[in-house]
């Protein structure tokens, strides 16, 4: 079974640039989600999908960041503009979001480290 | 808001040993756990969780501790295996349905010496 795919692997911008990350979940998998770690913490979600629908986005910083899942399956994450603070790992993962023990488990990609210089 | 807290950001022992990771929790609302484990440069990987209905669940060499009462829980690795070494986070949520959010601790470092 193929993984949760990301690119790009690594990124360096300068602050007030523009970014992008993509994500492809595992076939399947109806939930998606973009979590943001920075060093030393741990991974904080920013927004989970339901399909092509968004379940939870509270914690996204809609000022300058922006997310969307194209027909349910792969997603992209956007900053504009970015900040120092924006340096992290970006991890997508995906789960198969039916309720109960199999939702528990998120699977996830191997992330994109941004820095923001 | 710490919801979750990791207080050892790092932990040694030898191989053969036994490694106990803690975690700590202050929303009493949170009703599953779950331990995810990340070697560098890769995301992280599920390993082990425990509903709030139990106070032990058991996977191989790795048991998971959960004490309510004092909104804390940890992970038992016997015996460690230097392949163990990794970073290992605690996560939280409140039931299992699709709506509700993961939160992890901090982490912490395991280190497993030949």
């Known amino acids: 079974e193929a993984g949760v795919a990301q690119s790009p692997r690594y990124k360096i911008i300068e602050k007030r640039q523009s970014v992008a990350f993509w994500c492809n979940p595992i076939?399947?998998?109806?939930?998606l989600y973009w979590y943001q770690q920075i060093l030393g913490q741990g991974p904080k979600l920013l927004i989970q999908f339901q399909n092509n629908g968004v379940v939870d986005d509270s914690q996204l910083p809609k000022d300058r960041f922006s997310a969307e899942r194209l027909k349910g399956v792969d997603s992209t994450l956007k900053i504009q503009p970015a900040k120092l603070e924006d340096s992290a790992v970006y991890l997508c993962?995906?789960?198969?979001?039916?309720?109960?023990?199999?939702?528990?488990?998120?699977?996830f990609g191997s992330g994109t480290q941004l820095s923001v210089l | 808001d710490q919801q979750v807290k990791q207080n050892s950001p790092s932990l040694s022992v030898q191989e053969g040993r036994i490694s106990i990771l803690n975690c700590d929790y202050t929303?009493?609302?949170?009703?599953?756990f779950l331990w995810y484990k990340k070697y560098p440069a890769e995301g992280p990987t599920f390993l082990i969780s425990i509903s709030s209905i139990k106070d032990k669940n058991e996977d191989g060499r790795f048991t998971v501790f959960l004490n309510k009462s004092a909104k804390h829980l940890s992970l038992h690795i016997v015996p460690s295996q230097p392949g163990d070494s990794a970073v290992y986070f605690c996560a939280a949520r409140r039931g299992l349905t699709s709506g509700s959010r993961l939160t992890f601790g901090e982490g912490t470092q395991l280190t497993v010496n030949p």
């Open positions: 929303n009493s609302m949170f009703d599953y």
């Open positions: 993962a995906s789960s198969y979001g039916t309720g109960g023990p199999t939702y528990e488990k998120l699977f």
């Open positions: 076939s399947g998998h109806a939930t």
